[in-house]
């Protein structure tokens, strides 16, 4: 076997032009193959990034009417609707996919929270309990969190995220400052940012949307007070969202789930009502998004395995030629004794040595091909090595496909006709 694998690479490098045109068929199909590929995976790793995060694995569970999550600046404070208790939120903390569990209320605001005459024009106020910046990773940028003080004592304190310090508070710390939320002044005591400053891509209209659906707060920034704080400035009573995080990605879906099942079966509403608890299944749209982009980009694939079977036809052709030229060759050993399989073997091991060869280039060349997309079209790619394996193996076995029937009429040669060929 070694020594066919030797003879085929000097024979390749004998013929080098030769070799290199039949190889291009099959470097070009494998090269497509491996950046569609890594761009269909960083696609998808990007769409699971803009609707989920960098990876906090956190889920909403809140309130709909129907196909519309409450929001009471528009809605009415709905009846019916209890108060979860902790012994609920335990109750949520003990399932299996959950490894925290938080509980908050919340309001988009436009022009209700001031610095003065500076006001913040969109974004979220957030009544939140001592566990929502964990359930949400965020980090404390400046100042402290909550204590246990804050909650048992009222007290109007606020925390911002970075987003919204920025806008109330421009070119001054915000720490120790007072602002106004609905009229009532509260105090600044700290500045968190949610994650690694993950900034999502958007592509699309509705990823935008999706995207600030998703998260805790929205693009205008986040405007936290402990949530015993929340009646001075709303209601009592107002219903609350539970947030839950799971102990990985693919756990999100039956978390929010679970979690939805839970708080719906403690619901007493009269039949007829539309008002139930439903989790934001954010990978189920990942997905549904990444198989949309997957049913394209499989059509260009099947392109590419459309060059890889022109460079098997081509890599058939030269090897039909290479019978031809060397059939003094095969005429003098089948005579010295050489049985068929040795020489079906030593030109198979050629045809295929010719396409490994071509596969390896291809894959190099597909990596930088896939990288100059990246940076052209700002997109994640994502290089797979079982499909690099792959792609090499593909192109081992276009070798054996294409290089059988050349192998078979070398193997089948009369030696007496084949030493009469000048």
């Given at each position: 076997?070694?020594?066919?694998?030797?003879?085929?690479?000097?024979?390749?490098?004998?013929?080098?032009?030769?070799?290199?045109?039949?190889?291009?068929?099959?470097?070009?199909?494998?090269?497509?193959?491996?950046?569609?590929?890594?761009?269909?995976?960083?696609?998808?790793?990007?769409?699971?990034?803009?609707?989920?995060?960098?990876?906090?694995?956190?889920?909403?569970?809140?309130?709909?009417?129907?196909?519309?999550?409450?929001?009471?600046?528009?809605?009415?404070?709905?009846?019916?609707?209890?108060?979860?208790?902790?012994?609920?939120?335990?109750?949520?903390?003990?399932?299996?996919?959950?490894?925290?569990?938080?509980?908050?209320?919340?309001?988009?605001?436009?022009?209700?929270?001031?610095?003065?005459?500076?006001?913040?024009?969109?974004?979220?106020?957030?009544?939140?309990?001592?566990?929502?910046?964990?359930?949400?990773?965020?980090?404390?940028?400046?100042?402290?969190?909550?204590?246990?003080?804050?909650?048992?004592?009222?007290?109007?304190?606020?925390?911002?995220?970075?987003?919204?310090?920025?806008?109330?508070?421009?070119?001054?710390?915000?720490?120790?400052?007072?602002?106004?939320?609905?009229?009532?002044?509260?105090?600044?005591?700290?500045?968190?940012?949610?994650?690694?400053?993950?900034?999502?891509?958007?592509?699309?209209?509705?990823?935008?949307?999706?995207?600030?659906?998703?998260?805790?707060?929205?693009?205008?920034?986040?405007?936290?007070?402990?949530?015993?704080?929340?009646?001075?400035?709303?209601?009592?009573?107002?219903?609350?969202?539970?947030?839950?995080?799971?102990?990985?990605?693919?756990?999100?879906?039956?978390?929010?789930?679970?979690?939805?099942?839970?708080?719906?079966?403690?619901?007493?509403?009269?039949?007829?009502?539309?008002?139930?608890?439903?989790?934001?299944?954010?990978?189920?749209?990942?997905?549904?998004?990444?198989?949309?982009?997957?049913?394209?980009?499989?059509?260009?694939?099947?392109?590419?395995?459309?060059?890889?079977?022109?460079?098997?036809?081509?890599?058939?052709?030269?090897?039909?030629?290479?019978?031809?030229?060397?059939?003094?060759?095969?005429?003098?050993?089948?005579?010295?004794?050489?049985?068929?399989?040795?020489?079906?073997?030593?030109?198979?091991?050629?045809?295929?040595?010719?396409?490994?060869?071509?596969?390896?280039?291809?894959?190099?060349?597909?990596?930088?091909?896939?990288?100059?997309?990246?940076?052209?079209?700002?997109?994640?790619?994502?290089?797979?090595?079982?499909?690099?394996?792959?792609?090499?193996?593909?192109?081992?076995?276009?070798?054996?496909?294409?290089?059988?029937?050349?192998?078979?009429k070398a193997a089948n040669q009369n030696p007496i006709d084949a030493l009469r060929q000048q």
């Amino acid at each position: 076997m070694l020594e066919n694998i030797r003879l085929a690479f000097h024979g390749i490098w004998a013929h080098k032009l030769r070799s290199g045109l039949t190889m291009l068929g099959i470097i070009i199909g494998i090269a497509a193959i491996i950046a569609i590929v890594s761009t269909i995976q960083g696609t998808n790793e990007q769409i699971k990034q803009n609707l989920i995060g960098a990876g906090n694995n956190s889920v909403t569970v809140q309130l709909y009417d129907g196909d519309y999550p409450i929001d009471l600046s528009y809605y009415t404070l709905p009846s019916g609707i209890p108060v979860i208790t902790q012994d609920v939120k335990d109750e949520i903390g003990k399932l299996r996919e959950v490894s925290a569990v938080s509980l908050f209320t919340s309001r988009y605001i436009n022009n209700s929270v001031f610095n003065g005459n500076l006001p913040l024009d969109s974004g979220r106020v957030l009544g939140v309990d001592a566990d929502y910046f964990n359930v949400f990773s965020y980090s404390l940028l400046r100042g402290r969190s909550f204590v246990q003080s804050d909650y048992d004592l009222c007290r109007k304190v606020v925390i911002l995220d970075d987003t919204a310090a920025k806008i109330l508070f421009p070119d001054s710390s915000p720490l120790d400052r007072t602002l106004e939320i609905m009229g009532e002044p509260f105090v600044v005591i700290g500045v968190v940012m949610q994650g690694s400053a993950f900034t999502p891509t958007y592509d699309t209209i509705q990823d935008y949307y999706n995207s600030v659906n998703s998260g805790a707060t929205s693009t205008g920034g986040g405007v936290f007070i402990p949530n015993r704080a929340w009646p001075i400035v709303f209601q009592f009573d107002e219903p609350q969202s539970v947030a839950v995080k799971a102990v990985n990605t693919d756990s999100m879906t039956n978390a929010g789930k679970q979690t939805a099942d839970i708080l719906n079966a403690r619901l007493s509403l009269p039949e007829g009502s539309t008002l139930t608890y439903k989790s934001q299944d954010l990978l189920e749209k990942a997905r549904q998004m990444q198989d949309l982009a997957s049913a394209t980009n499989r059509q260009l694939i099947l392109v590419a395995c459309i060059s890889l079977v022109v460079g098997g036809i081509g890599v058939m052709n030269i090897m039909m030629v290479s019978v031809t030229e060397r059939i003094r060759e095969i005429g003098l050993k089948k005579a010295l004794g050489a049985k068929k399989r040795v020489i079906l073997f030593q030109f198979l091991t050629e045809a295929v040595t010719l396409t490994s060869v071509g596969g390896f280039i291809g894959v190099l060349a597909g990596i930088v091909l896939a990288e100059v997309m990246s940076r052209m079209s700002q997109t994640l790619v994502y290089i797979s090595v079982p499909f690099i394996v792959i792609g090499v193996l593909f192109s081992m076995l276009i070798g054996v496909l294409f290089g059988v029937f050349p192998a078979v009429k070398a193997a089948n040669q009369n030696p007496i006709d084949a030493l009469r060929q000048q």
